[in-house]
């Protein structure tokens, strides 16, 4: 795709399987130094996939479609969104998690084109969901199945569906539901949601590129019990850290809204601190408004990093 003499990173996981302490790749940062032009989806290099698909027009649909460049704008959501967004975090939750789990010990998943998947595990496997679809992907083999539900796609992957099955716990996990229920999920919806995780991922992995070298930083990972892709970053010891993320909706709000969860929650006085839970959080109607909403949301983003950094939020 790229022309010769560049390598490229991206947001989405790809092979080969990884086996160090994450089991996962890390898709969107530089990484070890290659005799060729790295090609990047944040400004941590010298050449982002924006300038490349403005020198190669060519590359602007394969970029666009991915969140790596020639951003889309996100668009109201359709009528069956909340319903949709129960049913995939249910398979999030109850199929994809405990699958990575039982194989890595890690629950981690992550933003790919068209929805959200596990990464690569095993002899270079991964399960994804892609609209209305559940994909078992093994090395250039790809198998694929309607969504029906939770508990066919959970024999699809090999699985016997549990409500419980990490022995960690979770903190707010969601409730079960039947699992031989037919799964509710709209085309259209489905794609907003992806739009959602690859706008977030696209903006977080951007916060995460910017990140000082005083500033402990996570991978960004689309965590199943919340169904929302997030990072962690700044310094716990000076109260400093805080979670960076975008909730698709919850019980709280139905819409989707990016948040900022200091870890410390005293002093929170700035009126930047808006949100109940002890945050900060824009929602979806505000993006919705902007006229660049990646820009909004980086905005939105670093306003809270520096105000956990005692520094002035402008």
């Given at each position: 795709m790229l022309p010769v003499g560049y390598e490229a990173r991206v947001l989405e996981p790809s092979p080969p399987?990884?086996?160090?302490?994450?089991?996962?790749?890390?898709?969107?940062?530089?990484?070890?130094k290659s005799s060729r032009l790295l090609v990047t989806p944040t400004t941590a290099s010298a050449t982002t996939w924006?300038?490349?698909a403005k020198r190669h027009p060519s590359l602007a649909g394969f970029a666009s479609e991915r969140w790596l460049a020639s951003f889309r704008r996100l668009e109201a959501l359709p009528p069956d969104f909340e319903e949709t967004r129960g049913s995939l975090h249910q398979l999030a939750f109850f199929v994809l998690a405990p699958l990575r789990s039982v194989i890595t010990g890690r629950i981690g998943l992550r933003y790919t084109k068209g929805g959200f998947g596990t990464p690569f595990f095993a002899t270079d496997e991964q399960v994804r969901i892609e609209g209305t679809s559940i994909i078992w992907?093994?090395?250039?083999?790809?198998?694929?199945?309607p969504l029906t539900s939770v508990q066919d796609a959970a024999e699809f992957v090999g699985l016997v569906h549990r409500d419980s099955w990490f022995s960690g716990g979770f903190h707010d996990p969601p409730l079960p539901e039947d699992p031989t229920r037919k799964l509710s999920v709209g085309p259209a919806a489905a794609a907003a949601l992806a739009d959602w995780f690859g706008f977030a991922t696209?903006?977080?992995?951007?916060?995460?590129?910017?990140?000082?070298?005083?500033?402990?930083?996570?991978?960004?990972?689309?965590?199943?019990?919340?169904?929302?892709?997030?990072?962690e970053?700044?310094?716990?010891?000076?109260?400093?850290?805080a979670s960076f993320g975008a909730s698709p909706g919850d019980a709280m709000y139905?819409?989707?809204?990016?948040?900022?969860?200091?870890?410390n929650k005293h002093d929170l006085v700035h009126s930047y601190w808006n949100a109940s839970f002890g945050g900060a959080m824009l929602g979806y109607p505000e993006l919705l408004a902007a006229k660049d909403q990646r820009l909004a949301a980086l905005g939105f983003f670093e306003a809270g990093r520096r105000l956990l950094r005692g520094e002035p939020p402008d």
């Open positions: 399987a990884v086996l160090d302490r994450w089991y996962a790749d890390d898709p969107a940062v530089p990484g070890e924006d300038d490349m992907q093994m090395r250039a083999t790809a198998h694929t199945v696209s903006v977080l992995e951007e916060l995460r590129a910017g990140a000082t070298d005083d500033e402990s930083v996570s991978r960004v990972q689309l965590w199943p019990e919340h169904f929302d892709p997030a990072v970053l700044g310094d716990s010891d000076q109260g400093g850290r139905s819409e989707p809204y990016l948040y900022v969860s200091p870890w």
